[in-house]
């Protein structure tokens, strides 16, 4: 079953913690990227990776940690530096991270701050 | 402001009805794509438009691009509730930063 999956679906947090969110891809794209939503609102850009052990910060990159050790992977830490952390965060990949390509999108973790 | 910004940011219309969707952008495209997400869930592909198209169709989307007036429409014909769901429009570049951005959306709601 090819796609793109993300773990875990919600996860809590306290003040002060980091925490990790998984992002893997069996579509064999070269390309990841890591988003983040707030409630009715659209998309920024936390980090993007067009090949493995590189990546490039986006919009909204303060806070926020990524590696890309495999190409299949593509995990985000959310750290304690990350003032205002609970959203909605979504990983996309796709083919090579020209702009034609279509990104496909994981189902999403949403994170909350306790 | 954001590159891509939709309007109206929500729009409900009945069953049957066309529903239409407005994206504008500030700098120049290659191409722009419109993606759907349902509540809660990761965004799905629906179109892409490069910047020496001017009309697309698929089934029943039509998408219109002006690059003169930076501006981009989606159009949805004889509605379903099934479309109910957030669209998106979102901008790409072939130079610099080669990542797509994002726009605020447009909430469709359908009522049946």
């Known amino acids: 079953d090819g796609g793109i999956t993300q773990s875990p679906k919600y996860l809590f947090r306290k003040e002060g913690q980091n925490v990790t969110l998984s992002c893997e891809q069996n579509?064999?794209?070269?390309?990841m990227y890591w988003y983040r939503q707030d409630p009715g609102q659209g998309l920024r850009l936390i980090y993007y990776?067009?090949?493995?052990?590189?990546?490039q910060k986006g919009d909204i990159a303060e806070g926020y940690s990524v590696s890309r050790e495999k190409k299949e992977s593509f995990p985000l830490t959310v750290t304690s530096a990350q003032k205002n952390p609970t959203a909605f965060y979504l990983c996309?990949?796709?083919?090579?991270?020209?702009?034609?390509?279509?990104?496909?999108f994981g189902p999403g973790t949403r994170l909350t701050v306790l | 402001s954001q590159q891509g910004e939709e309007d109206p940011q929500a729009l409900s219309i009945q069953e049957g009805e066309n529903a239409t969707m407005n994206c504008s952008y500030k700098?120049?495209?290659?191409?722009l794509q419109w993606y759907r997400q349902n509540s809660g869930r990761g965004l799905v592909h629906l179109i892409l438009?490069?910047?020496?198209?001017r009309e697309k169709h698929s089934g029943r989307l039509r998408v219109t691009l002006d690059t003169s007036k930076k501006s981009s429409s989606l159009l949805i014909t004889a509605s379903r509730a099934a479309d109910t769901a957030s669209y998106f429009c979102?901008?790409?570049?072939?130079?610099?930063?080669?990542?797509?951005?994002f726009g605020s959306g447009t909430r469709l709601q359908v009522q049946p």
């Open positions: 996309a990949s796709c083919v090579t991270g020209k702009s034609t390509d279509t990104q496909y």
């Open positions: 579509l064999n794209h070269d390309a």
């Open positions: 990776s067009q090949i493995v052990n590189d990546f």
């Open positions: 700098t120049s495209i290659n191409n």
């Open positions: 438009i490069r910047s020496n198209e």
């Open positions: 979102a901008t790409g570049r072939d130079t610099g930063r080669r990542a797509l951005t």
